[in-house]
């Protein structure tokens, strides 16, 4: 065992075999002076890691004490072998002495040499991959496991605190073993970085190639006169040459101040871009010249509309009013409440989307639709922020973009289907747009400045009111289109329906030819609505088959017909074009079936009341007030649904047995339920003074309500409730040409109720001459076409022992019907 002064290695570790200079400081420089002072330059070499010097050194000699090339005193010392470090000992100078018993290297085993050879491998691998075929030479000529392993204290990607574990582990076996670990995970990590390097460069050149070819593209442009593509100067120049409001430009300054500093390859670029082109694609102060001619404008109206006053007389009036206000020099752009916005509410058919386009004529303005049906993203109103990939700006600053003036018609279609998703709800996001006092500075997500709707004339449809949100439907004007007569829909059908169904067919005036009849025939027995939709497809469907039977008597076809007693007409088709005559009574030209023929001679056709049936087959909808209200018990009410006005028919019988009570069926809601009990309750109080026994109601009774599939809810059967349970108890059934709508209290008073006008074209519809409604609903008759009021007796009453008088047939007449 020895003594010798410790040096102590701060940053390095010497490992045996190894030499290193060491620089000179306070401690080291002790040590040095001492060893040499011993007389044998020897001395331990000691790492210290954290201010802690571990249990093994190297024994060192010094082999050169002198400067380095920056003028500090270094030393330079070599690696003998391990040393235990034992207790301290006194010893001359100020260096720390210690006693040290040299580690004797045991012999390498066969394990241990086959690591060397695998360490080797990965070794000279990693100096080839570093270009280091020097060092390769001197790994390549060690041929011991332990000078193998002690070299690696020369290896720069190993931390001192490896080589210190590399210091302390004295088998050779556990060196190699570490060593192997440290070497693959080293490669592992230069296999990725070099992969990321070269990725980093392979984009690096891609740019600069792209960035050579860019500047040779836009050289040969250059010289070709060509434009050049749109850079942030260009955007510059097109904003301040652009007629843009003060604040707009400023926010669009701002943008091209941003673009300027962005790189072309930040994705910035490409939203500001896009915004600017947004902002600069928008009609910021194009405005549309509005028709001053109220004459003319009612023209154009009444040449698309058949009917609709209402809504013709409120587009009369926002007309009048503006060029009142112009005239007075009023007409301020961007002024609170210079728009409208009209909600068109009406059953599927009766026009209320084709009427936005002629209100858009009939002003002079643009046109565009939004569809909204189906909407749940609050986004498609009020656009997308800007930070979102794939953001774009609402429909309404699309609306704006598309029509190409800030004065354009704007059709907010189905706006009653709105529904609320987890994306907010587009319904209150309508709120702004719909606000006269708000939509001047109408604020979409994605442009972020101030759009002025004020002057946009917005028409809303919906099928019912009831959908619609109240807030939002508290910033319209709600008019109603609650449907068409006989005589308008005959109109509508003659001057739009016909002609666009014959271009559709490939059809011509002097193809074929329909009567005011069979259009007639048409609106009242094969289609039942209050629009005219069925009845277009009607249409569509006989010049359909018109156009077959037109195509097969020239394509030179024999048809025949059956004959009947009629000549029943051959066409001739030797010459392609037939030359057939109108057959008998049981006779058609073309095809088959009974009654007059349709006349295809000369290749054209003409559909007339006696063929129809050929065409369509037989009616759909006849008449059955008659026969479902020939027994007591049955009375026919009114009521509104979604697709117009109906015809509603409540069924009450009694049973032999069971328990006194009320069974309802029909798939009712609540207050049509509790309409029923108060029917019930109102004749079991005040049976005498009807002339009803209280007794005929003290049974089982059985109140249903037809067509038990769809659901019906509302308080307008009250009356009528009443009159069926009244017939029943007395015997006397319900006249049937009289038809009741009205919702009735416990002391028999009738209420008012809603959709007058849309109930009473359902009865005249479907044949009925009479009608009972509340008197407190008198002032909405006056909305009533007068053709229709006309054919309709219209009784007015406030008391339902007045409605079961009007209803019920004399005592005569029921006595009559008992008997029979």
Known sequence: MATLPVLPLAESVLLPGMVIPVTLDAATQAAVDAARAAGDDTLLAVPRLDGDYGPVGTIAVIEKVGRLSSGEPAAVIRGLARGKIGSGVPGPGAALWVEVAEVTEPEATEKAREQAREYKTMLVALLQRR?????????????????????????????????????????????????????????????????????????????????????????????????????SADYRSRVEAADLPEKVREAAIREVDKLERASDQSPEAGWIRTWLDTVLEMPWTTRTEDNTNLRQAREVL????????????????????????????????????????????????????????????????????????????????????????????????????????????????????????????????L???????QNHTFRDHYLEVDLDLSDVLFLATANVADTVPGPLLDRMEVVTLDGYTEAEKVAIAR?????????????????????????????????????????????????????????????????????????????????????????????????????DGAVVGGARAEVTVANLKDYLGRPRFTPESA???????????????????????IEATALADGEPGLTLTGQLGDVMKESAQIALSYLRSHGPELGVDPAALHRRLHLHVPAGAVPKD????????????????????????????????????????????????????????????????????????????????????????????????????????NAA
């Open 131 to 231: 270009s280091a075929w020097q060092v390769i030479d001197a790994v390549e000529r060690m041929t011991e496991p332990a000078e193998l392993a002690d070299s690696a204290g020369y290896a720069p990607w190993l931390s001192v605190e490896q080589k210190a574990e590399l210091l302390a582990a004295v088998d050779v076996g556990d060196r190699l073993d570490k060593l192997t670990a440290w070497i693959r995970d080293h490669l592992a990590e230069l296999d990725v970085s070099e992969k990321i390097s070269e990725d980093v460069r392979e984009s690096v050149e891609k740019t600069q190639r792209e960035f050579l070819l860019r500047q040779q593209l836009a050289a040969i442009r250059k010289e070709l006169g060509e434009d050049e593509p749109e850079g």
């Open 627 to 649: 026969e479902r209200t020939a027994v007591p018990g049955v009375a026919t009410g009114l009521a509104v649904t979604g697709a117009g006005g109906d015809v509603l028919f």
């Open 714 to 817: 509302g308080p307008s059967a009250g009356i009528t409730m009443v009159t069926a349970l009244a017939s029943l108890a007395t015997g006397r059934p319900v006249r049937p040409e009289i038809g009741m709508t009205g919702e009735v209290t416990l002391n028999g008073r009738v209420l008012p109720i809603g959709g007058v006008k849309q109930k009473l074209l359902a009865a005249h519809r479907a044949g009925l001459t009479e009608v009972i409604v509340p008197a407190r609903n008198e002032p909405d008759l006056d909305d009533l076409p007068a053709t229709v009021r006309d054919q309709l007796t219209i009784h007015v009453v406030a008391d339902v022992a007045d409605v079961v008088r009007l209803a019920l047939r004399p005592v005569e007449a029921g006595t009559l019907a």
């Open 431 to 437: 709120l702004e747009v719909l606000d006269p006092a």
């Open 495 to 595: 001057g739009h329906l016909w002609p666009r169904q014959l271009d559709r067919a490939g059809l011509t005036g002097e193809d074929v030819s329909v009567t005011d009849e069979v259009l007639g025939l048409l609106a009242s027995e094969y289609t039942r609505e209050a629009g005219v939709r069925q009845l277009e497809r009607a249409l569509g469907r006989v010049l359909r088959k018109v156009a077959v039977r037109l195509s097969t008597d020239e394509a030179g076809e024999p048809v025949t017909g059956d004959g009947g007693d009629g000549s029943g007409g051959v066409v001739d088709g030797s010459g392609g074009i037939g030359s057939g005559r109108e057959g008998g009574s049981g006779g058609d030209a073309v095809g088959s079936g009974s009654g």
């Open 302 to 429: 009444d040449a698309d509309h058949a009917g609709l006053e209402d809504v013709k007389d409120r587009i009369l009036e926002y007309l009048a009013v503006r060029n009142r206000r112009a005239a007075r020099g009023l007409q301020v752009v961007g002024g609170r409440g210079s728009g409208a916005v009209l909600a068109l509410v009406g059953p599927p058919g009766v026009g209320k989307t084709s009427l936005g386009e002629s209100v858009a004529r009939a002003l002079g303005r643009k046109f565009v639709r939004v569809s909204l049906g189906g909407i749940r993203d609050e986004a498609e109103i009020r656009g997308h922020r800007r930070t979102y990939v794939g953001a774009l700006p609402g429909r309404i600053v699309r609306a704006i973009r598309e029509a190409g003036s800030m004065n354009p018609v704007v059709l907010l279609d189905e706006v009653d289907k709105l529904s609320a998703g987890y994306a907010g709800d587009p319904a209150a996001a």
